[in-house]
């Protein structure tokens, strides 16, 4: 299980690498196009409602529900059966998500102002940025679908998963990338306003992505008829543990938004600005944090169902373990060289106009974010030991915690600092949901960290506190700002590596090897 177990997490690092580098260079296309200025916040909010939906609804409650009944039918009673839940689990999903769409892109209008309260009252008052109520409610229109596609491929994704077909779910999100970045470039002439080729975009690379897992399905025999089957044992499991599934595992999505709904009331700019700097937080995080947790959750299920309480213990050990010695320099390296990295990406076009300086502002929200980083991580593994054991009882209380938790240093710093108010908050309130998650595993003897990763970690941060400070004092020497695009390509290149070898090295100086990190039980 070590082995596979490690193989797995590296294929779908892999394939979520080249994903997110993709992501990356649609973020570029979007700054380059939009800038972040009005258009770029009304359409990444518009992007943002089906975003969240799609990881409360599909990503986060129904995949942290559907996977451990999947594994336990699959262990104890074989694929006959697993196929016709596939059936009725598809049917009863697509047919929920249908309504749900539909009833979206009908109410678009009152989503623009439920979530964008500061722009519907200035529209509603005649205010200057009126503008943006409206063009929200017609993005929202071509996005809003995009969480009807998602959702199924996101249940597509779990069955793949457990069948350990990692590498396709895991490549299917560059599809989404690759349509928006080609409607970015084919259609924005075809508009007053790039926003609406970029929504087109989002539509089109939802189905596309649909589209794509259907062989693989086929492939393994779990393309099924979708059947609806409400009251179906199986289906009607899911539903008891989706419900509170939806806030404990989703607590992360719902700060963001509500960060979104505070952020419409801040000064233009803040939304692209939390955006940007979310989305380069979401590399390390998508790259090691959800790659870990995708072949985890599987994992854990499989021996829950069987009752091997010690190798559950380990195998969160090793989650843990993996995450920390990833996590800890990220978190590190993002504080320091963020701004080269968003000069790099996004400092070209219309990002780079007006009089306010982006990339310090980007760049700060960055910082932010980074502190609770590898408490964004650290929930990416520690959830999927309630899940597995299907308790989502416990997670929810949790997550609720933290989100009054969220709200309230929201309230407390906002006003103070802003956008950055904003994304701290998001970040202390991560921190206090990992806490109260590893705290009650403890607590049910289901979860103790071992002496060992206690250590492990202790090495990672000082290894990572050295790398820092060494690479921040390195690029000091450096007047880049004012440097051509490929000699700032070239100096963060440099520094990327140069990060990479001082904290391995420092790291095998510390008597750290690739045992250590590759093998569950060391």
Known sequence: MAKGLFKSGMIVSAMTMISRVMGLIRDAVVANLLGAGLAADVFLFANRIPNFLRRLFAEGAFAQAFVPVLSEIKEQHGDDKVRVFVGQAAGTLGTILLCVTLLGVVGSPVIAALFGTGWFIDWWQGGEEAAKFELASTLLKFTFPYLFFVSLVALSGAILNVYNKFAAAAFTPVLLNIAIISCAILLHDNFDNGAYALAIGVFVGGAAQLVFQLPFLLRIGMLQKPTFAWHSPEVTKVRKLML????????????????????????????????????????????????????????????????????????????????????????????????????????????????????????????????????????????????????????????????????????????????????????????????????????????????????????????????????????????????????????????????????FFTLFLMGVRVKTIKDVRV
């Open 244 to 503: 509170p599934a939806m806030f404990g595992v989703s607590i992360s999505q719902i700060n963001l938004l509500l960060d979104t709904v505070i952020a419409s009331l801040l000064v233009t700019g803040s939304i692209a600005w939390l955006y940007y700097s979310d989305r380069l937080i979401e590399f390390p995080l998508g790259l090691f944090g959800i790659g870990i947790a995708t072949v985890i959750l599987p994992a854990l299920s499989k021996l829950h169902a069987n009752n091997a309480a010690d190798d559950f213990q380990v195998t969160l050990d090793w989650g843990v373990r993996f995450v920390l010695f990833l996590g800890f320099p990220a978190m590190a390296g993002l504080i320091v060289i963020s701004p080269l990295i968003i000069t790099v990406l996004f400092d070209h076009g219309a990002f780079s106009e007006g009089e306010v300086d982006h990339v310090k502002a980007v760049s700060l929200g960055v910082s932010a974010y980074s502190v609770g980083l590898v408490s964004f991580m650290l929930i990416k593994v520690l959830a999927p030991g309630f899940y597995a054991r299907q308790d989502t009882k416990t997670p929810v209380k949790i997550g609720i915690i933290t989100l009054v938790l969220n709200m309230l240093f929201n309230i407390a710093l906002a006003p103070f600092i802003g956008y950055l108010g904003l994304a701290l908050a998001t970040s202390l309130s991560a921190s206090c949901n990992a806490y109260l998650l590893y705290n009650k595993l403890a607590k049910q003897g289901v979860f103790i960290v071992s002496s060992f990763t206690g250590w492990f970690a202790l090495k990672c941060l000082v290894s990572s506190i050295i790398m820092g400070l060494s690479i921040w004092y390195f690029s000091a020497q450096f007047a880049w700002r004012s440097w051509a695009f490929i000699d700032q390509v070239g100096l963060l290149c440099i520094l990327l590596a140069l990060a990479m070898t001082l904290y």
